[in-house]
């Protein structure tokens, strides 16, 4: 049987990779569509590449129904061979490939390739989707230029889309219509795209710098044009941002978004084309949260900035990824901070990348499926498409630009486009144009030491230890480091790790700088370079005891032992000119807090200290400091986090301990959540900016504070306000606020809120997904929350087959919600295995994302650890499992 499926998802490795052997220099594709069968014409310039040995021509094609094939105009004989499509070498060095073949799009529930979804039809081609369109040379680095002539029924399907410019469309006999598409640009298969559906657009037309003028579009359902204006916005604003810091403008006179009801990811760049998920596309103030509208900003940003960075120059290969991956995220985190403006918002924006990297990446990089952030070998390539090639790759890009300084790396870029222009390259090429362009920095001097962070998996831990010697004056801090082994990789070289930092006095104040051998102290904050195992630096003149404020800024994607004390968190907690480390101590002093109470025994109070107390107290009432700042700091780390941190974890200790944490800060500092939730009250118009947006997570997380407390006590007085603003609020956020905060606390409230939310917003798929999620996502309290999930599984709104419901119930259990399924009776341990089982035979992408949830299970304290490895084990057992869901299964299962 295990070889049976190997054969079936074969290792494809990095150092196999061998150039193409043909190129396709133009095609010709044509689309007779219907959703049961669409027939699809493809006329191909081949060539074959004389400097390599003659050949057969090897097809990929995936599902397909394949009616003839026509070499020059005659027919030809060809064999199947590995799920390829065979014709022997052609005599001639170019020729012309004829094909014909149908597919079943309303039957594709994989949603890869051509696929029904609401009245329409969509492709997903990234990675491997454009073989289940037609046979192709389905790779990143053959790039043809694609002319598409679509023909559909005009009813059915009025707007017909494809990559690049439209040459003509209008009417054909029968009732429909007909659209021909040109994209000047060559491109691989996966960025080609087609759209057949009854839309309507939202429009912009824009200047660029040059004058040039661009029409931009966002295509929704009929309904929905007044949930659009803030995608359009974020684009023009992408727009604006990628000329004005990278000189990069846009190259094609028309730019599409289309909004996708069912949609395996978050969006997809195709060229001139993007096609979105609704939740990245539709928002309103009355339906979309202050998140919902930054996580469009981000993304639409994203798809966009991918149009140079992905697009222009893309991937030679698939293990290449975060070439492209990694350093958009990096554009789009940078465009998110320079759109957030104050130096606090950019501190929140940076705080939020940071919590996110080490909620998914870091609990990656320690289970089987840590890889390095360019893979050596997959078997399912979707499975790669991973926190650690977007989220890593995208800290790998944020070093390069620590130590080359922000105009280093805008030569970087130019000089990385100057070489690339329409080539698909590899991470090599990347990094050694930013070094190139660079020849004088820490990057240049030590490139191959660099590029570990490419080829090592692993988060490296480093420990950092300060000596103040009085007499001397010297203040001498050694770092070490060490990453450990993770699979495939026993043994780990020293990585270059730059490391921000600012010395503090206990008084608050910043140290002036100055490092042995230097002539004069320069500035508060330095970043050292760290090239060894083991390395000190010596500063001098240093007068009394500092504590040292490490790692600045997150400035590399480290597990830091800094050995500092409670006192000095304290003093970083309220000094530290830095918002990060600023935050990040108050995390600290908190998870402290949650270590020694799971470190005592389970009878053993846990009673919250004065001094973390008034900490926060102080914090909390700080005039000078942002609310989004404070919401973040008043937030204490989450389960998943410290699960990752600690070993052989209790989840359900480790919940009961937060919670009761929880409840003692409600209680303690009660008149000062009263005072925040009244202080933070958004008068004017409502705005997603970085301002309202503070404004209200802090009055939402006193809100649920206050509620949270009167619960303990029996006071109805907060509970029923926040019954009130859930009825009268203006905007989602706090509407959604208001119920989360009856649903995480007041089991009463909370029904009659349910039922109402669910009946004004029933027509909303969206905001029916926040409905499943809340109540999903909910504290668990003697298994209460597990029990509704199990009852809204039958509920007539909730479906399998439509990946954000999906997502909404099942992941915001496994993935989101460890003490409602980590239980004892090892009842959500069934539940996943049933689940996987179940997504599998219909979408193995989804499937094999939602296993992900017992990647680590090995750091589980019995019995749970015991349970969990059943429960992988019963889904192992299943003899058709797909080759997604069989690699992450295999790997967790692994010695
Ligand atoms: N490039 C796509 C992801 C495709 C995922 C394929 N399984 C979206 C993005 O990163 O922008
Ligand atoms: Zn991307």
Not at 628 to 641: C, D, R
């Given at each position: 049987?295990?070889?049976?499926?190997?054969?079936?998802?074969?290792?494809?490795?990095?150092?196999?990779?061998?150039?193409?052997?043909?190129?396709?220099?133009?095609?010709?594709?044509?689309?007779?569509?219907?959703?049961?069968?669409?027939?699809?014409?493809?006329?191909?310039?081949?060539?074959?590449?004389?400097?390599?040995?003659?050949?057969?021509?090897?097809?990929?094609?995936?599902?397909?129904?394949?009616?003839?094939?026509?070499?020059?105009?005659?027919?030809?004989?060809?064999?199947?061979?590995?799920?390829?499509?065979?014709?022997?070498?052609?005599?001639?060095?170019?020729?012309?490939?004829?094909?014909?073949?149908?597919?079943?799009?309303?039957?594709?529930?994989?949603?890869?390739?051509?696929?029904?979804?609401?009245?329409?039809?969509?492709?997903?081609?990234?990675?491997?989707?454009?073989?289940?369109?037609?046979?192709?040379?389905?790779?990143?680095?053959?790039?043809?230029?694609?002319?598409?002539?679509?023909?559909?029924?005009?009813?059915?399907?009025?707007?017909?889309?494809?990559?690049?410019?439209?040459?003509?469309?209008?009417?054909?006999?029968?009732?429909?219509?007909?659209?021909?598409?040109?994209?000047?640009?060559?491109?691989?298969?996966?960025?080609?795209?087609?759209?057949?559906?009854?839309?309507?657009?939202?429009?912009?037309?824009?200047?660029?710098?040059?004058?040039?003028?661009?029409?931009?579009?966002?295509?929704?359902?009929?309904?929905?044009?007044?949930?659009?204006?803030?995608?359009?916005?974020?684009?023009?604003?992408?727009?604006?941002?990628?000329?004005?810091?990278?000189?990069?403008?846009?190259?094609?006179?028309?730019?599409?978004?289309?909004?996708?009801?069912?949609?395996?990811?978050?969006?997809?760049?195709?060229?001139?084309?993007?096609?979105?998920?609704?939740?990245?596309?539709?928002?309103?103030?009355?339906?979309?949260?202050?998140?919902?509208?930054?996580?469009?900003?981000?993304?639409?940003?994203?798809?966009?900035?991918?149009?140079?960075?992905?697009?222009?120059?893309?991937?030679?290969?698939?293990?290449?990824?975060?070439?492209?991956?990694?350093?958009?995220?990096?554009?789009?985190q940078e465009f998110s901070m320079d759109m957030a403006g104050s130096p606090s918002a950019r501190g929140v924006r940076r705080i939020g990348d940071v919590?996110?990297?080490?909620?998914?990446?870091?609990?990656?990089?320690?289970?089987?499926?840590?890889?390095?952030?360019?893979?050596?070998?997959?078997?399912?390539?979707?499975?790669?498409?991973?926190?650690?090639?977007?989220?890593?790759?995208?800290?790998?890009?944020r070093?390069?630009h620590t130590?080359?300084?922000r105009?280093?790396?805008?030569?970087?870029?130019?000089?990385?486009?100057?070489?690339?222009?329409?080539?698909?390259?590899?991470?090599?090429?990347?990094?050694?144009?930013?070094?190139?362009?660079?020849?004088?920095?820490?990057?240049?001097?030590?490139?191959?030491?660099?590029?570990?962070?490419?080829?090592?998996?692993?988060?490296?831990?480093?420990?950092?230890?300060?000596?103040?010697?009085?007499?001397?004056?010297?203040?001498?801090?050694?770092?070490?480091?060490?990453?450990?082994?993770?699979?495939?990789?026993?043994?780990?070289?020293?990585?270059?790790?730059?490391?921000a930092?600012g010395?503090?006095?206990?008084?608050?104040?910043a140290?002036?700088?100055?490092?042995?051998?230097?002539?004069?102290?320069?500035g508060t904050e330095?970043?050292?370079?760290?090239?060894?195992?083991?390395?000190?630096?010596?500063?001098?003149?240093?007068?009394?005891?500092?504590?040292?404020s490490?790692?600045r800024g997150f400035s590399?994607?480290?597990?830091?032992?800094?050995?500092?004390?409670?006192?000095?968190?304290?003093?970083?907690?309220?000094h530290d000119t830095d918002a990060f480390n600023r935050w990040e101590?108050?995390?600290?002093?908190?998870?402290?807090?949650?270590?020694?109470?799971?470190?005592?025994?389970?009878?053993?109070?846990?009673?919250?200290?004065?001094?973390?107390?008034?900490?926060?107290?102080?914090?909390?009432?700080d005039a000078s400091l942002d609310a989004a700042f404070k919401?973040l700091v008043?937030?204490?780390?989450?389960?998943?986090?410290?699960?990752?941190?600690?070993?052989?974890?209790?989840?359900?200790?480790?919940?009961?301990?937060?919670?009761?944490?929880?409840?003692?800060?409600?209680?303690?500092?009660?008149?000062?959540?009263?005072?925040?939730?009244?202080?933070?009250?958004?008068?004017?118009?409502?705005?997603?900016d970085a301002w309202?947006t503070g404004?209200?997570?802090?009055?939402?997380?006193?809100?649920?504070?206050?509620?949270?407390?009167?619960?303990?006590?029996?006071?109805?007085?907060?509970?029923?306000?926040?019954?009130?603003?859930?009825?009268?609020?203006?905007?989602?956020?706090?509407?959604?606020?208001?119920?989360?905060?009856?649903?995480?606390?007041?089991?009463?409230?909370?029904?009659?809120?349910?039922?109402?939310?669910?009946?004004?917003?029933?027509?909303?798929?969206?905001?029916?997904?926040?409905?499943?999620?809340?109540?999903?996502?909910?504290?668990?309290?003697?298994?209460?929350?597990?029990?509704?999930?199990?009852?809204?599984?039958?509920?007539?709104?909730?479906?399998?087959?439509?990946?954000?419901?999906?997502?909404?119930?099942?992941?915001?259990?496994?993935?989101?919600?460890?003490?409602?399924?980590?239980?004892?009776?090892?009842?959500?341990?069934?539940?996943?295995?049933?689940?996987?089982?179940?997504?599998?035979?219909?979408?193995?992408?989804?499937?094999?994302?939602?296993?992900?949830?017992?990647?680590?299970?090995?750091?589980?304290?019995?019995?749970?650890?015991?349970?969990?490895?059943?429960?992988?084990?019963?889904?192992?057992?299943?003899?058709?499992?797909?080759?997604?869901?069989?690699?992450?299964?295999?790997?967790?299962?692994?010695?």
């Amino acid at each position: 049987m295990m070889l049976l499926r190997e054969a079936l998802a074969p290792m494809v490795r990095r150092q196999d990779y061998s150039a193409p052997a043909y190129r396709i220099r133009a095609v010709e594709l044509t689309f007779d569509l219907d959703a049961a069968k669409t027939i699809v014409g493809s006329r191909l310039s081949v060539e074959r590449d004389t400097a390599l040995p003659v050949q057969p021509l090897r097809l990929d094609g995936e599902d397909l129904n394949l009616l003839r094939v026509l070499v020059d105009g005659q027919s030809v004989s060809f064999r199947h061979e590995n799920g390829q499509l065979v014709i022997d070498a052609p005599a001639a060095e170019a020729f012309t490939l004829e094909i014909r073949n149908t597919i079943a799009p309303e039957k594709n529930t994989q949603l890869s390739g051509l696929y029904a979804s609401g009245s329409g039809l969509f492709t997903q081609c990234e990675a491997e989707g454009f073989r289940r369109i037609t046979y192709f040379l389905d790779r990143p680095d053959v790039m043809t230029v694609f002319t598409v002539t679509l023909r559909a029924d005009k009813k059915k399907y009025p707007v017909l889309l494809s990559n690049g410019n439209l040459l003509e469309q209008g009417e054909l006999a029968n009732g429909k219509h007909f659209a021909k598409w040109h994209d000047p640009f060559p491109k691989p298969a996966y960025l080609f795209a087609v759209v057949a559906a009854d839309l309507v657009a939202r429009e912009q037309r824009v200047l660029s710098r040059s004058g040039k003028e661009h029409l931009l579009q966002v295509y929704v359902k009929r309904g929905d044009l007044d949930k659009t204006e803030h995608a359009m916005n974020s684009l023009i604003a992408s727009m604006v941002w990628d000329e004005a810091r990278f000189g990069l403008a846009l190259d094609l006179e028309r730019f599409m978004i289309v909004a996708v009801p069912d949609f395996n990811m978050g969006a997809m760049e195709n060229k001139g084309l993007n096609l979105f998920n609704t939740k990245f596309v539709l928002a309103n103030a009355a339906t979309a949260t202050d998140v919902d509208f930054d996580g469009i900003e981000s993304v639409v940003a994203h798809e966009y900035f991918h149009n140079w960075t992905g697009n222009r120059v893309t991937c030679r290969d698939w293990f290449q990824l975060s070439l492209k991956e990694g350093l958009t995220v990096f554009r789009d985190q940078e465009f998110s901070m320079d759109m957030a403006g104050s130096p606090s918002a950019r501190g929140v924006r940076r705080i939020g990348d940071v919590r996110v990297l080490r909620e998914r990446q870091f609990p990656e990089d320690a289970g089987p499926m840590a890889h390095p952030v360019r893979p050596d070998a997959y078997q399912a390539i979707d499975n790669f498409y991973t926190a650690t090639v977007y989220e890593k790759g995208s800290e790998v890009v944020r070093m390069m630009h620590t130590l080359v300084g922000r105009e280093g790396f805008a030569a970087g870029m130019k000089l990385y486009f100057a070489r690339h222009d329409g080539q698909a390259v590899t991470c090599d090429d990347f990094a050694q144009a930013m070094a190139d362009a660079n020849p004088d920095s820490a990057l240049a001097a030590n490139l191959e030491l660099f590029k570990r962070w490419y080829a090592q998996a692993g988060t490296p831990r480093l420990q950092a230890r300060g000596v103040w010697d009085a007499e001397a004056r010297t203040w001498t801090l050694t770092l070490a480091q060490h990453n450990p082994p993770s699979p495939g990789q026993a043994d780990k070289l020293p990585q270059l790790i730059p490391v921000a930092l600012g010395l503090l006095k206990r008084d608050g104040t910043a140290l002036p700088l100055q490092l042995a051998g230097e002539a004069e102290a320069g500035g508060t904050e330095r970043v050292l370079v760290m090239t060894e195992a083991t390395q000190s630096f010596t500063f001098v003149n240093v007068d009394a005891e500092v504590v040292p404020s490490l790692l600045r800024g997150f400035s590399a994607p480290v597990v830091l032992d800094d050995g500092l004390s409670d006192a000095d968190l304290l003093v970083l907690l309220a000094h530290d000119t830095d918002a990060f480390n600023r935050w990040e101590a108050g995390q600290r002093l908190a998870a402290n807090r949650i270590r020694a109470a799971l470190a005592a025994p389970v009878e053993a109070p846990v009673v919250l200290d004065d001094a973390f107390i008034a900490a926060m107290r102080a914090l909390l009432r700080d005039a000078s400091l942002d609310a989004a700042f404070k919401e973040l700091v008043l937030t204490l780390p989450s389960e998943i986090y410290l699960a990752d941190q600690i070993e052989g974890i209790d989840p359900q200790r480790l919940h009961a301990v937060r919670e009761s944490l929880i409840d003692q800060l409600a209680a303690a500092l009660h008149a000062d959540w009263a005072w925040a939730f009244e202080a933070h009250q958004v008068k004017v118009g409502y705005k997603p900016d970085a301002w309202q947006t503070g404004q209200r997570a802090l009055a939402n997380l006193a809100l649920a504070m206050l509620v949270r407390h009167a619960v303990a006590t029996g006071d109805p007085l907060w509970p029923g306000k926040a019954y009130q603003r859930f009825k009268d609020a203006s905007n989602m956020t706090d509407r959604l606020g208001a119920l989360e905060a009856l649903v995480n606390a007041h089991a009463e409230l909370a029904e009659p809120a349910l039922a109402r939310f669910h009946a004004q917003f029933k027509g909303e798929a969206l905001v029916l997904d926040k409905w499943f999620m809340l109540q999903a996502r909910a504290p668990e309290r003697d298994g209460r929350v597990f029990a509704r999930i199990q009852q809204l599984l039958q509920h007539p709104d909730f479906t399998l087959g439509n990946p954000n419901r999906a997502r909404a119930l099942l992941f915001s259990l496994t993935h989101f919600n460890p003490a409602a399924f980590h239980r004892l009776d090892a009842a959500g341990y069934a539940f996943w295995a049933d689940k996987v089982l179940a997504l599998d035979t219909a979408n193995p992408q989804l499937a094999s994302r939602y296993a992900r949830a017992l990647d680590r299970w090995r750091n589980l304290a019995e019995p749970y650890r015991s349970a969990a490895r059943e429960a992988i084990a019963r889904v192992a057992a299943k003899p058709d499992l797909s080759g997604d869901t069989h690699e992450i299964i295999q790997r967790a299962l692994a010695d």
